[in-house]
């Protein structure tokens, strides 16, 4: 599977934004698939992932309300939602993908080159 993110950018505080993650690869419909952050210095963070179907979604809790995963099988993509922006999400976002149901980067297999998402104060 080969994942491409576009989408990020800056934007206000209270802003919204949508990275898009398109995808290829005949394997594209069985893994689940996620996004991860990166901020400056920091660890990478998960922050949500979607299975096949869309019946397991899964959030960390810093973006609970504010941020909703979605892919479409369709056309092989998966979006990130992301409203009521915080200086804190500030990071590089990154899809990946995973056989598993997993919050750790370490269980991913596929990974995309990464989307600068940056909100001003």
């Known amino acids: 599977v080969q994942l491409q993110a576009s989408g990020g950018g800056l934007v206000q505080a209270g802003g919204s934004l949508r990275p898009s993650c398109a995808a290829s690869g005949r394997t594209f419909r069985t893994v689940i698939l996620g996004w991860f952050r990166q901020a400056p210095g920091k660890e990478r963070e998960f922050v949500a992932s979607v299975s096949w179907s869309g019946g397991y979604i899964d959030y960390v809790d810093s973006v609970k309300g504010r941020f909703t995963i979605s892919r479409d099988n369709a056309k092989n993509s998966v979006d990130l939602q992301m409203s009521s922006l915080k200086p804190e999400d500030t990071a590089v976002y990154y899809c990946?993908?995973?056989?598993?149901?997993?919050?750790?980067?370490?269980?991913?297999?596929?990974w995309g080159q990464g989307t600068l998402v940056t909100v001003s104060s």
């Open positions: 990946a993908g995973s056989s598993y149901y997993s919050r750790s980067h370490s269980d991913y297999t596929y």
